[in-house]
């Protein structure tokens, strides 16, 4: 039920080695091992709880750093994302995180190391384990090393699910206008169109965006105008 492979291995891939090793087994440890095995009292749950706070506290020192002119709902957003269960379980599943669990016969057998609901609560758990053993500091060094790097580099969708809101927020609340949006071309057969959008702020175009249809590609004309740092200052705009 446990694919034996040292917890050392773990620990470089995480860059932090623990000194009560208890708190990493627990932290691998699925509610299904517990459930079969009679002399296991314990399992990640209440480590997964901890974790997620120690997370968004974490990445929202981060954002909050990093981004000293961007508004509230920019942080909020970008937090989402980078605490979502979807980037938990890409990030231990980096780290293969999945072969060191501690799974119920059945639970691997029916691919539970695989299951990203399972890597993201133990994902949660380790960093959650780490706050307890060696405290804010031994979470902070392992959020640098797996995490961070993600938010400075926009490899997550830093915009959630909604860029065209976001853009419609940002540009009100700073320039006191919203964004326009125009069709610059659509080409293809009916039945598999192309769209491309472009957006504007004023007479300045500040995204260009693709799609199967035009709002898929007003979204990306919207995601673009916010990645690619277009956007003027509130006086020329």
Same mark, same amino acid.
């Given at each position: 039920?446990?694919?034996?492979?040292?917890?050392?291995?773990?620990?470089?891939?995480?860059?932090?080695?623990?000194?009560?090793?208890?708190?990493?087994?627990?932290?691998?440890?699925?509610?299904?091992?517990?459930?079969?095995?009679?002399?296991v009292?314990?399992?990640?749950? $209440?480590?997964?709880?901890?974790?997620? #706070?120690?997370?968004?506290?974490?990445? +929202?020192? &981060?954002?909050?750093?990093?981004?000293? &002119?961007?508004?509230?709902?920019?942080?909020?957003?970008? =937090?989402?994302?980078?605490?979502?269960?979807?980037?938990?379980?890409?990030?231990?599943?980096d780290?293969?995180?999945?072969?060191?669990?501690?799974?119920?016969?059945?639970?691997?057998?029916?691919?539970? *190391?695989?299951? *990203?609901?399972?890597? +993201?609560? +133990?994902?949660? &758990?380790?960093?959650? #384990?780490?706050?307890?053993?060696?405290?804010?500091?031994?979470?902070?060094?392992?959020?640098?090393?797996?995490?961070?790097?993600?938010?400075?580099?926009g490899?997550?969708?830093?915009?959630?699910?909604?860029?065209?809101?976001?853009l419609?927020?940002?540009?009100? =609340?700073?320039?006191?206008?919203?964004?326009?949006?125009?069709?610059?071309?659509?080409?293809?057969?009916?039945?598999?169109r $192309?769209?491309?959008?472009?957006?504007?702020?004023?007479e300045?175009? =500040?995204?260009?965006?693709?799609?199967? &249809?035009?709002?898929? #590609?007003?979204i990306? #004309?919207? =995601?673009? +105008?916010?990645?690619?740092?277009?956007?003027?200052?509130?006086?020329?705009?």
């Amino acid at each position: 039920m446990l694919r034996k492979r040292p917890y050392r291995e773990l620990e470089k891939r995480i860059g932090y080695r623990f000194r009560n090793q208890e708190l990493l087994e627990m932290a691998l440890t699925h509610r299904s091992y517990r459930f079969e095995v009679k002399d296991v009292s314990h399992d990640n749950q $209440r480590l997964e709880f901890l974790g997620d #706070a120690v997370l968004g506290f974490l990445a +929202a020192e &981060s954002l909050y750093r990093d981004n000293p &002119s961007e508004e509230e709902g920019f942080l909020t957003s970008a =937090r989402s994302q980078v605490t979502s269960g979807r980037a938990f379980a890409r990030m231990a599943s980096d780290i293969d995180l999945g072969s060191f669990l501690r799974l119920g016969k059945g639970e691997m057998q029916s691919g539970g *190391d695989q299951r *990203d609901s399972n890597l +993201a609560d +133990a994902f949660e &758990s380790v960093l959650g #384990a780490c706050f307890l053993d060696g405290g804010v500091a031994a979470a902070r060094k392992v959020f640098c090393l797996l995490i961070e790097p993600l938010l400075r580099e926009g490899e997550t969708d830093r915009w959630g699910d909604n860029p065209k809101g976001a853009l419609q927020e940002r540009c009100q =609340r700073k320039y006191k206008a919203g964004p326009t949006y125009r069709i610059l071309s659509e080409d293809g057969p009916s039945h598999d169109r $192309r769209f491309t959008v472009e957006v504007a702020l004023g007479e300045k175009v =500040r995204g260009v965006g693709k799609g199967r &249809s035009k709002q898929e #590609a007003e979204i990306n #004309a919207a =995601r673009d +105008a916010l990645n690619g740092k277009r956007l003027p200052s509130p006086k020329d705009h």
